[in-house]
């Protein structure tokens, strides 16, 4: 019976643990087993030593009575055999044995003998739990298989030293998790236990006897008779019923699964299966078998992370992750004792695996909203925000139109009473009292700010607006696209906090190998793009500005230039990471979240350096919001363009000299860096080249260059041939196509990887390369030299996603990391599922987006800035909705434009002339289809004072609907080219 027993136990220890040798699972006992521990051990020979002293003693004292010999030889090598445990010269100290005992010196002798058992030596061996050195000393041939025992039972007894457990918690009502935890754990463990126990004592039984041995080797003697008495025949074994709510509890935990060499390291059981566990049970004493008390509990899963030990020192690569269905009358630091301190299997079998427990994360459980003043801070200013864009569209959809009219009627009479048939300076009466813009109408005009309803048509306002050059909507959305598609592969399987993929060892040396993917590999050449559109806007709009200026560049406008961009950008950045720092925690939760959000942690401390715009290149290694690194970078070389843009409109071949000079210095910057890091630390090419300003530069030069060819060929074109425009057609798609698959050439199956020189010359050649491509295909687009090419990205579709692009770049990590740790099982790699969930991030996002540039973006970015700049009542009444055809008709009478003025005087037209107003005008080079012979577009032109805020220089595409008003419709101007993301 007891065989087949042994054998059901060997067969549930294999199967549970995998351990497939029967003398390393006799590690797994300890003291629960009968066998001693290292303590015990010790003990042990106390009690010996003073067993054997007091034996030696009595010898001494019958011998003096004349009842024995002192010199006996059975006490003589009982004595030698513990002497090679306290001294390595065992022959001196048994010499004066003998003189002091032989010699019948009883006095002198029980003296040596007390200093014998004294000695240092035992005293320490007493005090000591580690038996490694002792262990040595063993004679090889006589101790080998009872050493390692011994040395098994020593690893166990140190596991725990072992075991750096992060959160540990000491509970007051550590008790509770016990009874609950082992009703449905120790009915498995105890049966293990107890058959290893019986194998062991079946293999002491066989064996021990049979090993050769001194007969006076007391250590030996006295361990084998304490192990052989420990497995006599009144051996009790714990036993114990697994109740049937147990199953449920087990079954929710995980099992060893498939494919690990692939890569899947995170075994994360049953969530949800855990957490819908609900228990009421009875629980009763095991000894008598009296109920005691009914208790119920509810399943709360925990996941546990083990590091991989290999001779005592923990492998770099992650942990595994091993989900468990605890009590939630556990919290992490009662599993980590349970595991680690109580229970002997669960202790050993970490031991014998070379496993170390470095973190138990059961959740956000220590968590209280109601005492985290940072999330009700947080809380209280979305809600505000919330109620004020309720109030605010409900008041701009409803009722201001109305209330606007009136104001709209006296604007009306003010205009044809001082204005129409006058020769007046126009200008000089914008600051008149019917005119001029008041406190209240700023205040008015900063709530009309946050209406969703004017600032919903602000995002879809697909109409071409004066100026724009709407191939760079269909340019930065596609660039956002291709970031999205990089980063579903990046955040998460690649970038992590937490292991969450099911076979990316094995995906990525395939899919790698793809030409197709290629660009995947590369796709932080659409950063790049935004940098290129950044560079032209910046130098196009800078210099329109001050053409619009009368040519007039002053210390203001300067100032305004890098506030306007400061503002544009800092306040859905600070409000977004307002919102992730202090609700992350709370978000969501599942069996793959990160114990901790490092980049949560990190701007509760370093949000200062994102208000500051340098968290790309100040404490990079604890990144706040790291995610939008792109954020300051774009604002670093708009500060820098300030050396470009002012020698450009005072000094025209300084600023082209300047352009080249940034170019060249790039250009050496980068290739410096790249030699370094490449050849020394290459593991800090992320932080110092992929971030800094000085390495990522290029692309954005390169706009500088093009937008001032935008600018001053705007209404003349492009004149070239047919065959050279299509050769430098092929050069740019060569351009943009080179850096995005020249990796193939590598990772192709037989393909050589690069040297360093390679990777330098690429580090500093292909963004270069990139966005020169990039820029042609805009200019050409822009001139009407595209094609199908042009008719694709200037489709009005990708205005309204151009629009969203900054909010749903600063959103878009989160939310891809928050899908990725909220999954229930591992994410499996492949191109079919990352094509999904990449259209599913792309939508949902793109939603987020919107909603962040309602409420935060919007309101803020560009309502406050307008509310403040704002001079006239025409800004005011157009910054909501209002009568749109009375305005504008009263508008036009102002500035001279409306149908009467065709009759008017010479004199009149004279005087508006002086005072800087001309009627619009069209090209007389132009043939009736819009172009000479050269291809040259024809421009209308309405020049307005700088100040008006409303008229603009237009230009007049063919095939692009262009109007000489921005606002064709009662929605306020819309000013998203100031932001070149």
Known sequence: MRNKAVSEYSLAVVLLFGCSSLSLEAGLLRRDAGIPSPSDLSRMYAEARETLRSEMKTAMNRNDDGGGNACDDEDFERLQGMLRYVSDDRNQLKKKWKQLSCGRRNDEAATFLDSIFGETPWQKLEQSENLDGFLQSFDPDTFSLLGDILKLLNA???????????????????????????????????????????????????????????????????????????????????????????????????????????????????????????????????????????????GKYCRLDLAIISNGTELPIPPLQFG?????????????????????????????????????????????????????????????????????????????????????????????????????????????????????????MLFVGFSAYTNFRKVFTIRDKPGELPVLSGIRALSYFYVMWGNTYVFGPIYFEAWVTANVVGAIPRITKKFIFQPIINFHLAEDSFLLISGILVTYWFLRRHEENKNKLTVRSIIYYFLHRYWRLMPAMMLSIMIFTCTYKYAADGPLFPPKDTDGENCRVNWWVDLLMVHNIVKTSAQCFGHAWFVPLVFQLHVAAIVVVIPLVLFPVVGYVMIVV?????????????????????????NEYLLTPWCRAGPFVIGLAFGVILHKRRGLGIGIHWALNLLLWVVALICVMAPAFASYGQYKDGGERWGTAALIAYDTLARSSWGLGLAWIALACNFNRGGVIESFLCWKAWTPISRLVYTTLLMHGLFIFQWVYTNRQPIYIDEYHMMYAFFGHLIFVMIVGLTISLIWDLPFGTGVEKAIIARTKFHWIRAGRHPRRDL?????????????????????????????????????????????????????SIERPADSGHYEHVTDVPGHSNHAYKNDEDEPDIDYYSVSL
Request: aromatic letters at 8%; proline letters at 3%; a negative charge.
């Open 156 to 298: 166990i007894a140190n596991a725990r030293d072992n075991v750096t457990v992060t959160d540990e918690v000491v509970s007051a009502e550590r008790e509770e998790c016990y009874i609950d935890y082992s009703a449905f754990v120790e009915p498995i463990t105890n049966p293990i236990q107890n058959g290893i126990v019986l194998l062991i004592c079946d293999f002491l039984r066989v064996l021990l006897p049979q090993l050769p041995h001194n007969r006076t080797d007391f250590i030996f003697n006295l361990i084998v008779d304490k192990l052989l008495e420990n497995c006599g025949d009144e051996l009790e074994l714990t036993t114990k019923e697994m109740p049937d709510w147990g199953l449920r509890m087990i079954d929710a935990m995980s099992k060893i699964p498939t494919s690990i060499s692939d890569g899947r390291l995170s075994w994360v059981g049953a969530y949800d299966l855990c957490h819908n566990t609900k228990v009421d049970y009875n629980y009763t004493d095991g000894s008598n078998f009296t109920e005691l008390s009914k208790r119920s509990f509810t």
């Open 662 to 686: 940034m170019y060249l210095a790039h250009i050496g910057a980068t290739a410096a860096i790249s030699t370094d890091l490449r050849e020394n630390r290459m593991s800090d090419w992320y």
């Open 324 to 444: 468990i269905c605890v009590p939630d009358t556990c919290n992490s630091g009662d599993v980590a004792w349970y595991i680690t301190n109580n229970n002997t299997v669960l202790r050993g079998v970490q031991a014998l695996l070379g496993l170390k427990l470095t973190y138990v994360y059961c959740g956000m459980e220590e968590l209280d909203p109601s005492t985290d003043s940072a999330l009700q801070a947080a809380l209280a200013i979305t809600i505000i925000c919330l109620v004020v864009v309720v109030i605010a569209t409900i008041y701009d959809g409803c009722f201001r139109k109305r209330l606007m009219k009136k104001h709209v009627e006296k604007v009306k009479e003010y205009i044809e009473e001082s204005v129409v048939g006058k020769e007046v300076d126009r200008e000089s009466l914008l600051d008149d009292k019917p005119l001029k813009i008041r406190m209240t109408n700023r205040l008015e």
């Open 888 to 940: 504008n008709r009263s508008e036009k009478k102002f500035y001279g434009l409306d149908s009467s003025r065709s009759s008017s005087s010479s004199s009149s037209a004279e005087s508006e002339k002086e005072t800087g107003f001309v009627k619009a005008v069209s090209s007389s080079n132009d043939s009736e289809d819009g172009r000479n012979d050269a291809g040259n577009h024809y421009e209308q």
